[in-house]
């Protein structure tokens, strides 16, 4: 199975860089995914890493490390309406038909 | 496409009741994954089917939780009797069978039973 840890709650002012880590035991995966929530919205898909190094779009960028079984993303020039709950998830390999399993999610609260 | 679609996006219900939350998957994706989300709890997965197989259902918390998916575009999870520690968001997503980046995630359905 699959257990994904990171942090709660992050806070930053605008145009200020913020990293959110995302550790994970797993016994196998295909990826490392990241997903926005807003409040009261649908999780939405961010960014995706298969392979090791730097993913870029636009403001964030995401980044994994299957050997330190970790991974983080960073969102860059931060704007208020990037507060939002962020989410780390992966699509388990320990069956073959693949269960999308999500971390508790970091609250970032972006201040003016 | 128009997306996961769900219904109702709201529930209330008194305790006791029984309750059925609807999902329309998006076409051609075989893979249908049930989630709650709480606060406590954070998001949880229920169940997940694939070619409207459930493969694995032990999210499912207790028997009062029951799930269908009777064709490839239609799914409910029904809940009988509800209890008020059942209320929660619940999402459906769904995503194809080789789609290992990405879950589309319905608008979910906020349920309260009081």
């Known amino acids: 199975g699959q257990s994904l840890e990171q942090p709660s709650e992050v806070t930053a002012v605008e145009g200020a860089i913020v990293q959110i880590n995302c550790t994970y035991q797993?016994?196998?995966?295909?990826?490392l995914s990241w997903y926005q929530q807003h409040d009261g919205g649908a999780p939405t898909f961010l960014s995706y890493?298969?392979?090791?190094g730097l993913e870029e779009t636009g403001r964030f960028s995401s980044f994994l490390s299957r050997s330190d079984s970790y991974g983080y993303l960073l969102l860059q020039e931060l704007q208020m309406k990037d507060s939002a709950s962020y989410f780390c998830a992966v699509r388990d390999l320990t069956d073959s038909w693949g269960k999308f399993q999500f971390g508790a999610g970091t609250q970032v609260v972006v201040t003016p | 496409d128009a997306g996961v679609i769900q219904s109702p996006r709201h529930e209330v219900t008194e305790m006791g009741q029984e309750v059925t939350l609807r999902c329309k998957p998006i076409s051609g994706h075989n893979s249908l994954f049930w989630y709650r989300q709480t606060m406590m709890r954070g998001l949880e997965l229920l169940i997940y089917?694939?070619?409207?197989?459930?493969?694995?259902d032990s999210g499912m918390p207790e028997d009062r939780f029951s799930a269908k998916m009777p064709n490839a575009s239609f799914s409910t999870l029904k809940i009988q009797p509800s209890e008020p520690r059942d209320s929660a968001v619940y999402f459906c997503?769904?995503?194809?069978?080789?789609?290992?980046?990405?879950?589309?995630f319905g608008q979910g359905t906020r349920l309260t039973v009081v």
């Open positions: 797993t016994s196998g995966f295909y990826g």
């Open positions: 089917f694939n070619n409207n197989v459930p493969i694995d």
């Open positions: 890493n298969a392979l090791d």
């Open positions: 997503a769904s995503s194809s069978r080789d789609g290992d980046r990405e879950a589309f």
